[in-house]
């Protein structure tokens, strides 16, 4: 039984894909059993922390013995919602959007990249890896055809405010945003900034710092 509710950190919900992703390379060793102690040593985190992130939506390992791979995969897999797969699109194919999408068809059995859309008429059409990038006035009309979960944001810093009231006005409520940019959303839509740049740039303090 998985236990979900909004009453969980997100710092706990940041962690999960690493063990998720820690267990599938378990499976695809064809490991059985693991022991929290074992998941610390392959994530970084305390084997204390793992249990406790766990606890939040139920018990799943056995005292003395861990945790049966495959069960707890799946098990993470329906917290997360990955238990079916997730319709996304990506809204700007540039060479970041070009990136991701080729990577989420090819690395990622988690999503399935529904459509791409672009302004840009040398991209419009386009088939990447059977992707078919279009107009970014049709995303409504495709939001009608598809479930369509989330949105992955690469525009430039310019276009990044229209964009996201298309994708807005277009149904979709997350959405995963690399365009350099604070977004203005309603409350009810949840954004997630990932910005290279300033990644970037806080590490190369770590490479100029004096040891």
Not at 90 to 111: D, E, F
């Given at each position: 039984?998985?236990?979900?509710?909004?009453?969980?950190p997100k710092?706990?919900?940041?962690?999960?894909?690493?063990?998720?992703?820690?267990?599938?390379?378990?499976?695809?060793?064809?490991?059985?059993?693991?022991?929290?102690?074992?998941?610390?040593e392959k994530?970084?985190?305390?084997?204390?922390?793992?249990r406790k992130?766990?606890?939040?939506?139920?018990?799943?390992?056995?005292?003395?013995?861990?945790?049966?791979?495959?069960?707890?995969?799946?098990?993470?897999?329906?917290?997360?919602?990955?238990?079916?797969?997730?319709?996304?699109?990506?809204?700007?194919?540039?060479?970041?959007?070009?990136?991701?999408?080729?990577?989420?068809?090819?690395?990622?059995?988690?999503?399935?990249?529904?459509?791409?859309?672009?302004?840009?008429?040398?991209?419009?059409?386009?088939?990447?890896?059977?992707?078919?990038?279009?107009?970014?006035?049709?995303?409504?009309?495709?939001?009608?055809?598809?479930?369509?979960?989330?949105?992955?944001?690469?525009?430039?810093?310019?276009?990044?405010?229209?964009?996201?009231?298309?994708?807005?006005?277009?149904?979709?409520?997350?959405?995963?945003?690399?365009?350099?940019?604070?977004?203005?959303?309603?409350?009810?839509?949840?954004?997630?900034?990932?910005?290279?740049?300033?990644?970037?740039?806080?590490?190369?303090?770590?490479?100029?710092?004096?040891?």
């Amino acid at each position: 039984m998985v236990n979900r509710n909004g009453d969980v950190p997100k710092s706990v919900i940041r962690r999960l894909p690493v063990y998720l992703r820690t267990l599938d390379i378990l499976i695809r060793n064809e490991q059985e059993i693991v022991s929290s102690r074992e998941l610390s040593e392959k994530t970084g985190f305390t084997a204390e922390q793992i249990r406790k992130d766990l606890t939040f939506f139920g018990a799943f390992g056995t005292r003395g013995t861990g945790y049966t791979v495959k069960y707890l995969r799946d098990m993470i897999l329906k917290i997360i919602g990955l238990d079916e797969r997730t319709s996304i699109v990506v809204v700007g194919v540039g060479h970041l959007g070009t990136a991701l999408i080729r990577y989420n068809v090819t690395k990622n059995p988690y999503v399935n990249v529904v459509a791409a859309f672009d302004v840009d008429p040398s991209v419009v059409d386009k088939d990447i890896l059977g992707v078919k990038v279009l107009h970014i006035s049709k995303m409504k009309e495709v939001m009608k055809e598809y479930n369509i979960k989330v949105a992955i944001l690469t525009v430039n810093t310019e276009s990044a405010q229209e964009a996201v009231e298309y994708i807005i006005k277009s149904g979709i409520r997350v959405i995963f945003n690399f365009a350099p940019v604070k977004l203005i959303v309603p409350e009810n839509v949840h954004v997630h900034n990932a910005d290279l740049s300033i990644e970037l740039q806080s590490l190369i303090y770590y490479a100029t710092v004096e040891k």
